[in-house]
């Protein structure tokens, strides 16, 4: 059997990349790779938050579950990402209300905090070592900023959700000590972690649960058969009952149905050595940052006191040359007083984006249901969306309904043309935030 009949290229040389992450984690098991033909009933793709996720609820649901992960678990997104526990979608609800009505912005409205419960049930129910610290704060650097917070505090009010707090200047300077932003808004509900200590231990947890793991373990084809579906990888295969697919950016080629739904993005984030005292006068309150621009800094302490500083965007995936000189200019605009300290690491990964901003959910066949396209904020959006893929599996299909109903659109111009679509839009957003309008 040809077992990778489109010649699809690793993506992975099969090693973490060189994070601050990377250097802290948790001692963790390697995983086998896959060398044999396996049969069972459940195959879930992908070892981030959404695989992870899926896998967790459908194994405390009682399943069997064999989960594939092309290169080690946690290397996508999440195990590089800013670690910041947000609520709700990347997609504003005023904007799901504006592009798809009253009722799928209730609907969403009504899921908004769950994902930050999951993270933390899992955390507490299986012991998850990963730093976890509370609140979030967004950060405005214009009174347009300012009131665009008060709408969302408004609106999410309206579905109960009562843990957001404005900030004035001076109120804002108690819990970041910099001097570039007008206000702000802080969500005392939000948190954040060390994001690949959370995927370790959420695929400690699986294992334990019953859960067989395999990492170095590409899946090149996903075919449906008669009463099932093969899951080819590059030196053995799957044959499952139902396959729940999770690759996000990474995915690519094999799975060609999902390809043109999203685009792959990068974002680059930086780890200064640590700063000992200095960490508490920059950061009295040790919340985590983001501001609300399009392309918005979001950064945080680390628990050794490093600042972890995070932005920039690139339409595509590509890692920029030189990630260090791109962010640390940003990172001293919010704190001069960081401009002589060493950054001791730097790196990339890439989100899925879709066009629309809102996460999809749907299936390519009865047997085979897809998650992705968090936008740039999943950390929540993840656990939620494995959440209610093991839902869906277990028969409770009415969220899982919901999303899939929600149309996804194309990105303009076919796979050709999305980045340079892209790259405009986001130089529009860039100018847009520049002058506040
Ligand atoms: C640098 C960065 C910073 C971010 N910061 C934040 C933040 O602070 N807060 C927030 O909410 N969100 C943030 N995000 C977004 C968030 O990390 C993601 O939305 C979330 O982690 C997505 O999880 P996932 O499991 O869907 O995808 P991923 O974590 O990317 O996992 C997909 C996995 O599938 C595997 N895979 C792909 N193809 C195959 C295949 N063919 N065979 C086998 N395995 C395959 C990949 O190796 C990968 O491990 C950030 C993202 C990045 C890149």
Known sequence: MNRNPRNIPAYSDGRYPGSYYAASRNEHPEY?????????????????YSGLSAALHLLES?????????????????????????????????????????EAADFVGGLVTRGN?????????????????????????????????????????????????????????????????????????????????????????AVRLGARLFEHTLVTEITPEHNSVLVLTEQGSVRAQQVVVCGNAYLDKAVPALRDRIMPASTQII?????????????PSDVCVEDVRYILDYYRLSADKRMLFGGGTVYGGTDPADIEAKIRPNMEKVFPQLKDVKVEFAWSGNFALSFSRVPQMGELHPRIKFAHGYSGHGVTGSHLFGQILSDAINGNTAEFDRFKAIPWIPFPGGRAFRVPYSVVGSWWYALRDRFGF
């Open 32 to 48: 086998p790779t896959l060398q044999d033909d396996i049969q069972a009933e459940v195959c879930v793709v992908g070892g981030g």
């Open 62 to 102: 009682g399943h069997e579950v064999v989960l594939l992960e092309g290169a080690r678990i946690g290397w996508g997104a999440s195990g590089r990402n800013g670690g910041q526990i947000v609520n709700g979608l990347n997609a504003s609800l005023e904007r799901i209300q504006k592009a798809y009505g009253q």
């Open 117 to 205: 419960g999951i993270i933390r049930r899992l955390i507490a129910d299986y012991g998850i070592q990963c730093d976890l610290k509370e609140k979030n704060l967004f950060a405005a650097y214009t009174e347009a900023h300012m009131q665009f917070l008060r709408d969302k505090q408004t609106l999410w009010a309206r579905y109960g959700m009562n843990e957001h707090e404005m900030l004035d200047k001076d109120a804002f300077k108690q819990y970041v000590n910099s001097d570039v932003y007008a206000g702000g808004m802080i969500d005392h509900s939000g948190g954040h972690i060390h994001p690949l200590n959370l995927a370790l231990g959420e695929a400690a947890a």
């Open 271 to 283: 780890a200064t050595e640590p700063l000992g005292d200095l960490a508490h006068e920059l950061i």
